[in-house]
Nanobody
Framework: VQLQASGGGLVQPGGCLRL?????????????IAWFRQAPGKKREFVAG????????YYADSVKGRFTISRDNAKNTVYLQMNSLKLEDTAVYYC??????????????WGQGTQVTVSS
C-alpha cells in the first residue's frame, strides 16, 4: 500500500485545516486507516482512525470534538478535518494503514507526513 498525505500548512489558533491521505496499491475499501502525529521532541502519537467499513471511528481524547476522520472509498482517500486548532496541535501528521487500533507498531504502511503549524 502506498500512502500520500497532503493538506498541511500554517494556520492561526482556532482555525481549521483538512488533511488528505490518498492510497494506492491495494483494495482501498478493505483497509483501515489512521492518522498519527509527531511534534518536535515527542513520540509519535495516535490521533484518529477509521475502520475499513467506514462505520467505526475512534479518536484520541486530545482531539475529540474538534477533529473528524472520514473516508471516500470512490476516491481512495481518507480525510482528517481539523477544527478549533490549538498551538499544541502543531506536528507532522502521518497517515498509516492496515490496522485498526492505536498502537503504531502494528501499522505496516506509512505516508510521508505533512506539516501542520498552528501559530499566531
Amino acid at each position: 500500500v502506498q500512502l500520500q498525505a497532503s493538506g498541511g500548512g500554517l494556520v492561526q489558533p482556532g482555525g481549521c485545516l483538512r488533511l488528505s491521505c490518498a492510497a494506492s496499491g491495494r483494495t482501498f475499501s478493505r483497509i483501515s486507516i489512521a492518522w498519527f502525529r509527531q511534534a518536535p521532541g515527542k513520540k509519535r502519537e495516535f490521533v484518529a482512525g477509521v475502520s475499513w467499513t467506514g462505520g467505526s471511528f475512534y479518536y484520541a481524547d486530545s482531539v475529540k470534538g474538534r477533529f473528524t476522520i472520514s473516508r471516500d472509498n470512490a476516491k481512495n482517500t481518507v480525510y482528517l478535518q481539523m477544527n478549533s486548532l490549538k498551538l499544541e496541535d502543531t506536528a507532522v501528521y502521518y497517515c498509516a494503514a492496515d490496522h485498526y487500533g492505536t498502537d503504531l507498531k502494528k501499522y505496516d504502511y506509512w505516508g510521508q507526513g505533512t506539516q501542520v503549524t498552528v501559530s499566531s
